[in-house]
């Protein structure tokens, strides 16, 4: 019996097959009509609720485990770093594989690997056990992204930003309910606890490999060899371009590695709140970004990438400048401008680059989720090694000013304008 993504799967290529001709021009007008598959789109974006949502719930946990183990800020920076770093350098690889052989198969193997480090660090009783399991879940993100990403392009039906930010908004608001479910369940029970959520992971497996039966029926997969278009700009246009953007993320990216890993101390410290409470404002915040990621692709799709760009980076400046000056009350609300502004850019950048290089979606991919998370942790780490030098306030009086490079958004080229001319 088919499964209801199978059923999607033949007929948004059925659609594609009969809206498409030879007149139209080839295999990139023959997407365009594709439809949207939806069906598609919600399971993927479930399945990285679940994973973020694990990711997200071993950062909340820093203060049980800081005390738990004797850790200095610095060996917390470490922790997230071997994470990212795991994620980080697979990604770009991975995604450059399967643009030319796509696996079908490897989301489900990917949590796989996400669900073993989830257990492992249940039971971790050292800091170096604590460092494999962080590596075995960075291992199941750098599987997860760049294979996801390209589902979500492939049942966009051409509407690319939606589509990236459907899937990516289901990963902000994953890492909005870990601190959440550390608040409610993981701190009042302990360490052991942290084995209750493989149910998620197992459930993503399961999620996963349905996924994985559509994805295998796509018609692209059978063409894998043959996707790569023309670039929309001479070679060292577009690698100056592409470096803007990698600029643009480290300043969007260290920033948030200040909020993801420090935030709950710097309410903790600053304003002596209980843990918990601490954790709630970081749920707050991380919700304000699932927020963020919904607004900014459709917005994308209507007025243009570098539009969002430019609000999303250089935009959230004002806020973060404010907020080492603020008291509570202010922190709270200045926490989630920052949170939705900062969040519009991550899919507008994403679908921009794939532009840029046409036909190289899991290279590309993998390269900016993977570069957005190593900047993660390395952000983690050396901020917590300032922490530990100066003092948190500190860290967020420097990480203030990050914003401000997107300045350099003006030196993008306007290469929606250029296809529209046309």
Not at 111 to 121: D, I, K, R, Y
Not at 331 to 339: D, F, P, Q, S
């Amino acid at each position: 019996m088919e499964t209801s993504l199978e059923k999607s799967a033949l007929a948004g290529a059925t659609a594609a097959s009969a809206t498409s001709s030879p007149a139209a021009g080839g295999a990139q007008p023959a997407a365009k009509v594709q439809r949207t598959v939806y069906s598609v789109l919600g399971a993927i974006s479930f399945s990285h609720l679940l994973n973020d949502m694990i990711q997200s719930l071993i950062l909340a946990i820093y203060p049980m485990l800081k005390d738990n183990f004797s850790l200095s800020f610095g060996q917390i920076g470490l922790i997230t770093l071997t994470y990212q770093i795991t994620a980080s350098l697979l990604q770009p690889l991975i995604g450059i594989y399967t643009d030319k052989h796509p696996k079908p198969y490897s989301l489900p193997v990917g949590m796989g690997f996400t669900l073993s480090g989830l257990l492992l660090m249940s039971v971790a009783s050292s800091f170096g056990v604590l460092l494999i399991a962080a590596a075995l879940v960075g291992c199941g993100s750098s599987v997860f992204h760049p294979e996801s990403s390209r589902v979500a392009r492939m049942a966009s039906g051409g509407r690319h930003g939606l589509a990236q930010s459907l899937f990516q908004v289901g990963g902000n608001a994953g890492s909005s309910l870990g601190p959440l479910l550390a608040a409610l369940i993981v701190i009042p029970h302990g360490q052991r606890s942290i084995a209750w959520f493989s149910v998620a992971a197992l459930v993503a497996i399961v999620v996963l490999t349905q996924i994985g039966r559509w994805y295998k029926r796509h018609p692209s997969v059978k063409k894998a060899r043959n996707l790569a278009g023309h670039a929309a700009l001479p070679r060292n246009k577009v690698i100056f371009a592409m470096s803007v953007l990698v600029l643009l993320v480290f300043s969007k990216y260290f920033y948030l590695a200040s909020i993801n890993s420090y935030f709950t101390f710097y309410l903790i410290d600053k304003f002596h709140l209980p843990v918990q409470a601490a954790q709630i404002h970081l749920f707050v915040f991380l919700a304000a970004v699932a927020a963020g990621t919904v607004i900014g692709g459709p917005i994308g799709d209507k007025i243009g990438r570098k539009y969002v760009i430019w609000v999303s980076i250089l935009g959230v400046a004002p806020f973060t400048l404010l907020l080492p000056y603020a008291n509570l009350f202010w922190t709270g609300v200045l926490t989630v401008i920052i949170g939705v502004v900062l969040a519009s850019a991550f899919s507008a950048i994403l679908v921009y680059a794939q532009e840029l290089i046409p036909g190289k979606v899991g290279m590309v991919a993998g390269l900016f989720f993977g570069f957005a998370f190593g900047l993660g942790g390395v952000g983690a780490a050396v901020l917590g090694q300032l922490a530990d030098a100066t003092s948190i306030a500190f860290v967020y009086k420097v990480c203030s000013f990050l914003p401000l490079i997107g300045v350099l958004t003006v030196l993008l080229p306007d290469i929606e304008g250029k296809r529209a001319k046309a």
